[in-house]
């Protein structure tokens, strides 16, 4: 079983910046591609960002010029800088990852991760 841990969130003042990080781990395992979701209250779990296996990137239209996805392939690791954030950027931020492990390719999902942000 893989299991995906995220880090970095936190309460910013508009304009700033945070860095979330998410960790995949577990045993005889490969990640493909993975990106950042986020659900703010009431509303829908919707994409943020998104890379291949290859760095190939793609974003929401509301974050485009202000998010940057990366990843570490060495580490299965996943990086979303976050600047200029703006009070609508607030929601808990999810990992999430497509996994081959034991023959299987499933989707596996972290915990999430709270960002906020104050006008």
């Known amino acids: 079983q893989v299991q995906l841990v995220e880090s970095g969130g936190g309460l910013v003042q508009a304009g700033g910046s945070l860095r979330l990080s998410c960790a995949a781990s577990?045993?005889?395992?490969?990640?493909?591609?993975m990106g950042w979701y986020r659900q703010a209250p009431g509303k829908q779990r919707e994409l943020v960002a998104h890379i291949t296996s290859g760095g190939i990137t793609n974003y929401a239209d509301s974050v485009k010029g202000r998010f940057t996805i990366s990843r570490d392939n060495a580490k299965n690791t996943v990086y979303l800088q976050m600047n200029s954030l703006k009070p609508e950027d607030t929601a808990v931020y999810y990992c999430?990852?497509?996994?081959?492990?034991?023959?299987?390719?499933?989707?596996?999902w972290g915990q999430g991760t709270q960002v906020t942000v104050s006008s």
């Open positions: 999430n990852a497509d996994v081959w492990s034991a023959g299987v390719i499933g989707s596996s």
């Open positions: 577990g045993r005889n395992f490969r990640i493909n591609a």
